[in-house]
């Protein structure tokens, strides 16, 4: 059933306060499809939200909000090495990790409890600690919006980068993923080279780590660093890590030769965004009820009853200053509405 003007506050993490034109939930493919066939859908702007983790409202959305409710984890196959999972879209992403963690199933344990539901996990190409979900995927299903057929996307058609995907450009607003199968080991080989992950089990005295001592390591940190979207509102890591050439990064490491980096192939350096922010002095700065993170710089907060176009404008002027101090274009990984 679709409504009209309804709150949306409990269902974005920043907790902004703002309304929906049309709002309706789909719990079934059925359910969507009918959705998708009245003719209130035809001439407005959809936005599909599962754990509405990864974006910012700015004011009301003149538009439909679709709340994706499908629920369900399954087994598709196996053999010696590997098992495939097929988890529908409106699953919490968490949910899935620890799915396969007591199942011992290998591949996802370093994106334990990032925010947001499965369905969004490959439109974002979502990424942590040395893994991607491009890794470990092996395709999805979606609607398509205008047809309401099911079209089913392998990993080489979802054209994945850097937090990218076909969902994010060219294919943007046609399509709406109803499940995500991914390939799992059976035989672990564990990927523990991020520094954070390597120094606390070394801290803890884990020498052969399991999946699960990955796992619990990775949420430690992550309590450690990020806050709770039950909490204090906000949408985890705001902007991208910045990607650059090996020349331009040589100039940098001139004046900052304690950059935080990451060599990458073809003469490409990752920079580490959170410590260009923190070293122009953003971190923990509050502005009546917002402002930056104490303890990570590339989450921006919503301390209770801001609005999206003061975090926004907040975020405006660091890009601004990142460019004037570091000559760093920054870009936002929350989608902006």
């Not at 909490?231 to 890591?237: A, E, F, H, P, V």
């Amino acid at each position: 059933m679709i409504q009209e003007n309804v709150n949306i506050q409990a269902y974005n993490t920043f907790g902004v306060d703002c309304t929906a034109k049309y709002f309706a939930r789909f719990r079934s493919i059925k359910d969507l499809q009918d959705i998708l066939a009245d003719p209130i859908i035809k001439s407005q702007e959809i936005l599909v939200l599962g754990g509405g983790s990864n974006l910012l409202f700015t004011k009301d959305f003149e538009g439909i909000v679709l709340k994706n409710e499908l629920i369900g984890i399954y087994k598709v196959k196996e053999d010696k090495d590997h098992v495939w999972v097929e988890a529908m879209a409106g699953e919490e992403w968490h949910n899935l990790v620890l799915f396969a963690i007591d199942n011992d199933f290998g591949g996802i344990e370093n994106l334990s409890l990032i925010p947001g539901s499965v369905g969004a996990a490959p439109m974002q190409n979502i990424g942590a600690y040395g893994v991607e979900i491009k890794d470990v995927f092996h395709e999805l299903e979606a609607i398509h919006i205008e047809t309401g057929e099911m079209v089913r996307f392998t990993k080489k058609r979802c054209k994945f980068g850097y937090r990218e995907s076909i969902f994010k450009h060219i294919l943007k607003g046609q399509y709406i993923i109803t499940s995500v199968t991914l390939k799992l080991t059976k035989n672990h080989d564990t990927n523990t080279t991020y520094g954070a992950i390597e120094k606390q089990l070394w801290e803890n005295n884990v020498k052969d780590p399991t999946i699960k001592h990955i796992s619990d390591t990775v949420i430690d940190i992550r309590k450690s660093k990020l806050p709770d979207p039950a909490l204090i509102g906000n949408s985890g890591s705001f902007f991208k890590n910045p990607v650059i050439s090996l020349s331009k990064f040589e100039k940098l490491l001139e004046k900052y030769p304690d950059i935080a980096h990451y060599k990458l192939p073809n003469q490409q350096i990752k920079l580490a965004a959170g410590w260009l922010i923190e070293q122009a002095g953003w971190k923990g700065k509050t502005f009546e009820n917002y402002g930056v993170h104490k303890n990570q710089a590339l989450v921006l907060v919503n301390y209770g009853g801001a609005e999206g176009k003061d975090i926004y404008n907040l975020s405006e002027e660091i890009l601004k200053d990142i460019k004037a101090k570091f000559n760093i274009v920054l870009e936002r990984e929350v989608n902006i509405y």
